[in-house]
DNA sequence: TTGTAGGCGTTATCAC
DNA sequence: GTGATAACGCCTACAA
């Protein structure tokens, strides 16, 4: 039998609006009633209930993080920072599993489920372009890490093309002209991989290099097991490899992992670096070069856009903004830089 | 203005009830009456209020897991777990960061927050044995990865000591003996550091050797970077070192960083083993021997016990049982073993 | 400053 | 099978 409100006014001998401005630090209350009331709330036990809040205030104070899996660490990292910005805000997230699945991420956005929070942080991976109509939702919504799929959704946005131009540039620099890429799949669409491949490619062609198909490896899923897979099967094809890039920082470490078993050094032999800049690459033996693409700041960007459009009571409409957060080239000892960790 | 029931009664010319009977799959519903609501349901982009479904019905079909940081790659998989776990339960996952931090830990157990859902998997770190009486709560509650603090709550421990006691064997019989420990700081209590930390000192002393303080590295939060300080300051003491062993598996590899930079050649110098099976460790260079201690088994039985209680309405009670789950010793190459990536 | 009435959208009860 | 009606616990008027 849980204590409510009436329980708490008629043991104070008060009226339930009195209790209800108490807990909500309502400004007019006499300091006495106040004392009264929260000596009968602690007598009592009383705790407030959620849900009889919720439905009448039409708000539930949670917002969705919809992510394709916790275990990668870009997204554990990301999950970490988005909590930590939701709960300055006030509102508690309830993280989603997508698994990067399309489907699984057409129901993130449609589900009944989805309505059990004011509004959604999203970061999609396997929605197609011809999904974007589906972006346009009548509830709060913020998109992250890929280019806007629709103009009227607010988008939290990386560099992926700068960074992966500054990384191929790094390569260049350290005099790397065989470069592999660990990861490729989709070349043409606005996703984080086409994005990442793209700008690198172009930076070859800018200095006059053209990148050779057979020192791409391709990686459907992005995981250290596709990257060492993907790594193996560009390395079989003995065209010679002198530097790896991998278009995110697990891909990155799986190949390095295959560079250690076959006895090639580190970044003598081959050098090699990632994108995202988690925690691990600072660590690893030796630490991984990358990009930092301002995750803490795109986690605090987003939440506060949700939040800021939640509050207006503004669900979509033309005002869809993106912003991108520009991305820092992270040197480390995996292309001959120093060895400090992070 | 959001459709309500009532809309879609309306608009199908039935009661609220009968809609209520279709989108709850009841039984005793006529095939065209319920063709016709779920039409209008469609006509009308009917979607359910939780908050007042949740108001009605006294539970919410949410779980809260407790968990000091998502950005460790051992809670990061456990919370992937456990939401795939809960899902096959009909259950949603509301992850809480408490930081390790015993007030923020007290606060997850208390807040009203909590009451926004059915039950909670908690995995507690800063708690005190002083603070046991705090997890008689009135609600369905679960503990994770530390012995029962109390013993009416229900528990799902791993085998810190058998597994400490497995790796200290394994590293005899590759004949260490000079093994530093990495991680150790209260040796006392009932928390994973502490029976991990017994596991391993006892059965040196089975063998007859006695751990030597000073290759004992303190580290209070388990984190890569703990770790590796850790790792130098017993360095640092001379006293020599052919083995480390980390409490958890960041440590181990934060400690590995150091023996990488101090050119200690791993195995062949210095042997390290750490507890925990993250997927990290099994693509490493060298890979980490390590304890899995039953992660994925962990997950779900939480999730069982804990729906299980809410099912039956036993917020707690003296039913607390305590499962301990059996961990396993995974050989890899930083102790010698072969290569295999997990 | 405090009390009262009504409604938030759903489910449960019990007639029909 | 289906339909009124009363909870569920809280909040926002408006009244006192």
Redesign the pocket.
Known sequence: ?????????RHA?????????V??D?????P???ERVLASISVLG????????N????RTGMITLAVPELRLPYFSELSDEVIVAAAERGYTVLVERTGGVRERELEALTSDRRRMTDGLIFSPLGLRPSDAHRLEVDYPLVLLGERALHGSVHHVAMGNVAGARAVAEHLLERGRRRIAVVGSYDTRGAGAGSLRTQGFTRALADAGIEHDPRRTGEALEWTRTTGAEAMRRVLDRGVGVDAVYGLNDVLALGAMRVLYERGLRVPEDVAVAGFDDIEEGGFSCPSLTTVQPGRPEIARTAVWLLVDRIARGAPAGPGGRELVVAPELVVRESTGGVGEPA
């Open positions: 039998m849980p204590v409510t409100m009436r329980d708490v006014a001998g008060v009226s339930v609006k009195t209790v209800s401005n807990v909500n309502f400004p007019h209350v006499s006495s009633t106040r009383y705790r407030m209930n959620f849900s009889a809040r439905l009448s205030l039409g």
